[in-house]
């Protein structure tokens, strides 16, 4: 297969290329690029694999006029920018230690070293400035089936990595052909090492879950999990029932994926801590979990607009229902409404908490009276 596109032939790619082959070394595009490429998909971040050691791709680099920045030296790798955009460059590696949670590398000179310690085989592709793919494990085939599977044996590679269990539900929802199932082997190699998934960190376990809920439709990725004794471990008391009507209602009303929305219907213990939420992901959770009791309107009032809508899908596809046109429009309505009552309004003959309490209760009667009540109604109240 020979690739092409614009990403190919970018002037500021073959001046990396000519650079690093021009010095006497080999320099391939490697991994997302090339899969992305093959898919008809765009192609974002430039990842390029190469015989030469970091130090020899800096020297080179930094001889072509180009600025080398050691962003992983350690681990082989070297950013080379050329007019502001990046290359990230590494080094072929062999894997000389792992624990299940990180590896300790060698350099290697043989392409077929880095491809044998790559998770999958569509990850495992590469190709020259040429655009012709370099397919040492199969990952062309894989491609073409749809089909996401271990380089090698699956037990060792999870045992390399036990993230590697999560990475594989997340490329299966967003390569793989959902409705053709899953390997039987390779659920069963997932489902004996599930325990390794509690050594991991929180805040990797908590990426990979929200780039998997990031996909068009995980669904049947989070179903499998539950199968396999993967969602327990990394979601404590969640339960999927509510996905998959939560991703239909969302394909209904033409809302885009979004991870937190999809959160809420799954539930369970201690969340934001257990993915290590940003306190942004984690308030927006928390919000999303405690609009479900109220009214359409009061939802867009107190979450706005976006965030209004997301707490209503949340609670239809928790309750089996499907909102209205008239719900959706409430929403918006209530994101548009101001509490037209202050806090001086009720001053000096109300402070401290008789003051808020005051304020809570003209709140709570406006937003019943679906925000008719006007200022002075609600002050005759006060």
Do not use: C
């Not at 000519?18 to 974002?44: Q, W």
């Not at 070293?113 to 199969?138: C, K, Q, S």
């Not at 190699?189 to 376990?205: F, N, P, T």
Request: aromatic share 6%; hydrophobic share 45%.
């Amino acid at each position: 297969m020979r690739l092409t596109g614009d990403w190919l032939t970018d002037p500021r790619t073959t001046r990396v290329f000519d650079a690093v082959e021009g010095a006497g070394h080999r320099l391939y595009f490697v991994g997302g690029v090339v899969r992305n490429a093959a898919m008809g998909l765009a192609v974002t971040d430039i990842d390029l694999a190469t015989d030469a050691p970091p130090e020899a791709v800096t020297k080179a680099a930094e001889a072509a006029g180009l600025k080398a920045v050691p962003t992983g030296v350690e681990h082989g790798t070297v950013t080379v920018v050329a007019e502001g955009l990046a290359h990230e460059i590494t080094t072929f590696r062999r894997d000389l230690e792992t624990d299940g949670r990180r590896a300790v590398v060698g350099f290697s000179t043989r392409l077929e070293d880095d491809a044998a310690r790559r998770d999958f085989t569509i990850n495992a592709l590469y190709a020259g400035r040429d655009g012709v793919v370099v397919d040492p494990v199969g990952g062309l085939p894989d491609l073409a089936a749809k089909r996401v599977r271990f380089v090698g044996n699956a037990a060792a590679r999870i045992e390399e990595d036990y993230l590697r269990i999560l990475r594989y539900f997340r490329f299966h929802a967003f390569y793989a052909d959902s409705g053709a199932g899953f390997d039987t082997d390779t659920m069963a190699a997932i489902a004996s090492h599930a325990a390794g998934l509690d050594a991991l960190s929180r805040e990797r376990v908590g990426r990979e879950v929200l780039r998997l809920l990031s996909a068009d439709d995980p669904a049947p990725e989070v179903a499998a999990m539950g199968t396999a004794g993967v969602l327990a471990r990394v979601l404590p008391g969640s339960d999927d029932k509510s996905l998959a009507p939560l991703i239909h209602l969302e394909a209904e009303i033409g809302a885009d994926p979004e991870p937190i929305r999809r959160l809420a219907v799954l539930g369970g213990e201690g969340l934001a801590d257990g993915l290590r939420l940003s306190r942004k992901e984690a308030g927006a959770l928390a919000d999303l979990r405690g609009a479900v009791a109220m009214g359409p309107g009061e939802m867009g009032y107190r979450l706005g607009a976006k965030a209004g809508r997301d707490a209503l899908l949340v609670r239809a596809a928790s309750l089996g229902g499907v909102p209205s046109a008239d719900d959706l429009a409430a929403v918006e309505r209530g994101a548009g409404q101001s509490f037209p009552v202050k806090a001086e309004d009720l001053m000096p003959a109300l402070d401290g908490p008789a003051l808020g309490a005051a304020l809570k209760r003209l709140e709570a009667a406006w937003i019943e009276s679906d925000f008719a009540l006007p200022r002075e109604a609600l002050l005759a109240k006060g």
